[in-house]
């Protein structure tokens, strides 16, 4: 960045800026605050085991138990249930890293990068529907973790008359309550901010691993072994196991497709680059090994109980004892709490900061987000059909595909990593990230290019259409992946254009290009 560039869009900010280096700009306020600057040295405090632990955090947990296992009862072997799901990790690992990188280099969270691509205003639209999605899940896994505590009450609360569900409510008072417990207990972490983030995560990865080889062993010792497990053998013919090997790779990258965006708001507080990416590497590995786990366990559960038992927490009921349901409690309340509050609170509290820094902080924003995860009545979403709830993550989380897209394309592409710090913090309409009245109608109309092909198949899965045809439908089992390119090659075109026109009317042959 040269010392001109730092002059031009500070002429609104009279007389606070008397300095010209481009770090101490003075940004406009309602473009910052504490929780959106650029993150210092000090702040950066994330090493690469951290980052690994964070991972580890996000993937054990229910949701993911149950990843493979539904692959197999779908028909697939147990090692194509795990390929299946390392290769869309591995897949996912590419807009990991890359995305994490500018977070890294710049100090700036999801929603400012989304600036330089979407323009200043234009940023909202990407962080809103991240964040939505961010709600949305974030009522799902406080509600499994609610579901934990009630499972292991005693049978007298069970039956009592308290544990009827009400027709308001859509749901038992019991239940609520232990919804509300285990709310309030999230709480308390998220009020620490990321640093009481970092420090639950790091403190509970080994945890963790510990308690899922437990529950290893204890299935390998009661089953006499994995017979079982290798014995199942792929009921499907090769072409079956193509056509459900594409949507199956598709909804595991959906899985982490959100955090694939807003990866941004972690690696920010990354030392180096290299702690970004050796932490972000382990994941393939994380979900391989806890999706083996969730594969075995269940398997075992055949032989040991005489039915399949899928729902980790319904295994653990079943074991009994008093020490299981501790474990268990605590376990699972970990496993969940763990993935929520990074999945699904980091993402919506930063974006409800950056749609109005003055009155939200990191804390408030984190806040509003639990309370619209109580609005979004998780219970009533999973009782209607756990399909749907699915369907519409998925599908929803297949809308996330063309943003990342966008955000590459602009970044690595378009600005070959080179962004002007200064420039995402003005609204001066000469900056470079103000486009179009703060929007950048190349990227909102490359985002619409992304989402039009997704939808005849998405209506036809929630059956709103009745028959589409086989292209909508193939294009909505590769959703992510159709999204994601059709978006940022558009945008890539429409910007390559622009730029063209751009540089014909401005022809400088006095100053040479550096």
Request: glycine fraction near 10%; charged fraction near 10%.
């Amino acid at each position: 960045m040269t010392s001109s560039s730092s002059s031009s869009g500070g002429d609104h900010h009279h007389h606070q800026s008397q300095s010209t280096s481009p770090l101490f700009f003075e940004p406009d306020p309602t473009l910052t605050n504490d929780d959106l600057k650029p993150t210092t040295s000090d702040q950066r405090t994330f090493t690469g085991l951290e980052m690994a632990s964070l991972w580890v955090g996000l993937v054990v947990g229910v949701p993911t138990y149950y990843l493979a296992g539904s692959l197999v009862d779908l028909g697939m072997a147990w090692w194509q249930g795990i390929a299946t799901v390392v290769a869309a990790n591995v897949i996912l690992l590419f807009p990991l890293v890359l995305t994490g990188h500018p977070g890294t280099k710049y100090g700036i969270s999801f929603p400012v990068l989304a600036r330089s691509s979407f323009g200043i205003r234009g940023a909202h639209i990407p962080t809103l529907l991240r964040a939505l999605v961010g709600c949305g899940w974030y009522g799902i896994e406080t509600w499994i973790g609610g579901e934990a505590i009630f499972l292991l009450l005693p049978e007298t609360v069970k039956q009592s008359t308290l544990a009827k569900p009400l027709p308001w409510l859509g749901t038992s008072p019991v239940e609520f309550a232990c919804f509300i417990v285990f709310w309030s207990a999230q709480l308390g972490i998220v009020w620490r901010g990321i640093d009481g983030i970092r420090e639950l995560e790091k403190y509970s990865a080994p945890i963790l691993i510990l308690l899922t080889c437990c529950l290893l062993s204890w299935s390998y010792v009661n089953a006499g072994g994995f017979g079982h497990m290798l014995s199942l053998s792929s009921s499907l013919s090769n072409s079956e196991f193509w056509s459900l090997f594409f949507p199956s790779l598709t909804a595991n990258i959906s899985f982490w497709a959100t955090l694939a965006l807003n990866i941004p708001d972690f690696t920010r507080y990354a030392k180096t680059q290299k702690d970004q990416i050796i932490g972000q590497a382990g994941l393939p590995i994380f979900m391989g090994a806890f999706t083996f786990v969730g594969l075995a366990v269940t398997s075992s559960t055949k032989v040991i109980f005489g039915t399949l038992i899928s729902n980790p927490i319904q295994l653990l009921g079943a074991i009994g004892g008093v020490w299981t349901k501790i474990l268990a409690i605590v376990g699972i309340s970990l496993a969940t709490i763990t993935t929520n509050i990074a999945a699904n609170v980091v993402a919506p509290a930063n974006a409800l900061v950056n749609l109005s820094p003055s009155k939200f902080t990191f804390r408030k924003g984190a806040m509003l987000t639990a309370l619209l995860g109580i609005a979004f009545q998780p219970w009533r979403l999973l009782q209607s059909s756990e399909s749907f709830v699915y369907t519409w993550l998925v599908g929803y989380s297949a809308l996330m595909g063309p943003i990342g897209g966008i955000i590459l394309v602009d970044y690595y592409l378009i600005r070959k990593a080179n962004l002007s710090v200064r420039d995402l913090y003005t609204l001066n309409p000469k900056g470079a990230y103000y486009y179009s009245g703060g929007y950048n109608l190349a990227a909102v109309a490359a985002l619409i290019v992304g989402i039009l092909p997704v939808v005849p198949g998405f209506l036809n899965k929630v059956g709103v259409l009745g028959s589409v045809g086989g292209v909508f439908t193939v294009i909505y089992n590769n959703a992510w992946f159709i999204s994601f390119l059709s978006s940022g090659i558009f945008y890539l075109m429409v910007s390559s254009v622009k730029r063209n026109r751009d540089n014909q009317q401005q022809m400088e042959p006095l100053l040479p290009q550096s």
